[in-house]
């Protein structure tokens, strides 16, 4: 009651103010601190955003010396301020980001002068009343057919960027050329200002740690792979609830698969800014950029099986949690898991490294055969250790992963093709087999390397083009 | 041979150039029907594509008769050109996109043409010497710190463009400044140019057909949930081989789920832009959008067990074409699946419609009844027949289904809980359920509508909060 009435009572603008202004002053410090903590977490995941942030800044202020030297500035007067603005909007992260947008610039640039200037002349032939009429009819039909080439899907990959520039410069030059007799000058002078801060970008931007898309792209696929490895890592003692005995090893990590689900968008964005880029590092000029997006596409089907293998994990939990179903239908099921993680983990590791991974394959082979055993388990078993068990439905429960498993099975198998694939197309060269892999991984069932190598020759051999 | 001779042979260059333009105009009509065929198909497929390109033509035309009449060209002289460029770069697919757009230009450059006014103020007080060196670490500074902000990312989902736009602003107002003693002329006509071109391009945006970012979300996500309905629809037909006796229908369409897989990062930038709406049709200023994000993950991950469910037929194609599984089995399968069928038919519609999807409850309930039933039926089987039966595993193929189908289910029922939750927040009035929503579904084991409407509230009442 209080409270409500010294509210409802008129009070002095100070202290109406105050009470608005107070929380705010109070919550200062805990958003400066979020503030604080955000920024450190995206400078310390990612070092180049800082780095990123200093390019910019370091090449604007390049640029911008054409104003403080009175002879550069003279040469191009209030044109210079177009360089600036290229630098601005064409600055990327990455370098086949700013290739492409810079590019896209330059030849819009280009073209829509030379247009522009063309649709000048050939209005200025119209008369006094013509000229506005031809002009406006102009502009309306480019700009009306560029932005809709917009929405072709090819084009707004690539090209966007270009076709609104083409649109914006038409217009400026043409329209421009109106009042301003000296419309060639213009046209003339925005041309080179903008290959001016193009090349400035460019440079300041290949040339002082430079963030290469095909680079990123490479490891997104391959870390995504591996993220599909570290779910097997843990599933089948997490499954069979053999994880206390382990510790909480990976308990955490297993749900990195879900990031896989969501990495379609950055994965075709980053394909796209690749194909802009020259040769860099171990990557050719005409690199295999699009086997990465059928990678990248087969890890979400795969992620889509363990989103769903996941699910048995939570109904394990929450249904039964003491019944541990054992014999030889839990040492198959370990073997498939350990199997497939050992082998997407060595198609990972084959891919960040750029060599064939030679051996996944017999990882692979070995999880298909453990669950061809484990189908014929399945066969053999012909229910009699379940007409003793009164509760089937568990066991069949336990059964239900077998076709599951064998699906995912396929799909990593698929997998493995096109990283092949990519590898051979990529020109990926054989090394010694790094015996540093193996202690990385779980040796629980491994074979020793050099045996796995061999096996992977005839496996690849044997296994080439049959269906899976 | 003789082919290898000839092109070895000295030829002219007209023969010479012939031979590389040929093919090009040999495949020039080709690629003609190829480019009309796709137009025609980017038109029909949305025609707002063709007026939105329309709208755009028409914007840019109207803005340029600041150039054509004397009187208001002089008013602005060569700034007018800011006008036009803000058409041509805010003008956006839909309201919300250019609204944002719009909002961002003009507020960034508000802010960013004070502090330009500011900087250039501060740095000559510097004297000669030390005006281009403040200038300088001023632009520095803050295009380091504007493009370090651009990372965050709920920055960069809603002020990304605008960030851009004030590190423009601030080098054109600050540099300018240093040439040209008109600086506050300057910053004044680019603020009102920019005002103008913002203004034509909302008027002509709002008011000629527009095209509502939230109203694309809200089919989007209702046309998502469609999808998962037609997906069970055919789901049970197919599985048990009942297609042949129903005929084709359905076959194709079944495959739209893996549309839902890859729908976030559209939902997500749509959500953005609806953010930016005004209230329109039925939806009010604060609209839940961010509820569709919920509803639309769930899809996604209920997707995910369709794509396996899809993988079940696919493995029953293949390995095993004439068997078939009958008995209580297939009964309640095939009544799961028309259950849910309905259940997510009638959760779309109700989106659509935006009434409260009474009836949809009603009908996942029943499939979960079903799935009990299910559930019992392999507890009480105890494998009897089983054992007669040799090939266990196709059984155990079968029957797999169960978990799957109930984790499925689980899922469902989070979509339906998630759209109750729209409904209720976004305030949706419940009218008289049409009864012609009936005719449009699978009817095969649906109960009359208004018992179904009478089952739909007790359920809800009882179920509300309770785990599944």
Known sequence: MATEKSSNEYEGLLPFCLRWVKPIFTKLPAMAVELATMTKKLAKDDTRRVVHALKVGLAITLVSLFYYFKPLYDGFGTSTIWAVVTVVVVFEFSVGGTLGRGLNRVMATLLAGALGFGAHYLASLGGDTGRPIMLGLFVFVLAAISTFIRFFPKMKARYDYGLLIFILTFCMVSLSGYRDDEIAKLAYSRMLTILIGCCFTVFVCVFVCPVWAGTDLH??????????????????????????EQGEVGKVDM????????SKSNE??????????????????RHPWKVYLE????NRECACRLEVLNGYLQTKRTQMPSQQIHGPFQEECMK????????LRELAMGLRKMVPPLTAKAHIEKAKIAAENLKSHLEEWRFEEMNNNKNALEIVHVASLSPLLLDTICCIVKIADSVQKLASIAGFKAVEVPSSVAPEQDQGSMQPCHGAVLVAHQVIMIDKGAPC
């Open 268 to 285: 075709e964005s980053l394909t796209n800014l690749a194909r802009w880029e020259p040769r860099h590092g171990k990557f050719r000029y």
């Open 336 to 343: 498939i898991c350990s199997e497939l993680s050992n082998g």
């Open 219 to 244: 490891h997104l696929v391959a870390s995504n792979i591996d993220s599909l490895a570290t779910f097997f890592h843990g599933f089948g003692a997490e499954y069979f609830g053999l994880l206390q």
């Open 295 to 298: 990678i990248g596409s087969l």
């Open 255 to 262: 749900q990195k698969y879900r990031t896989v689900l969501n």
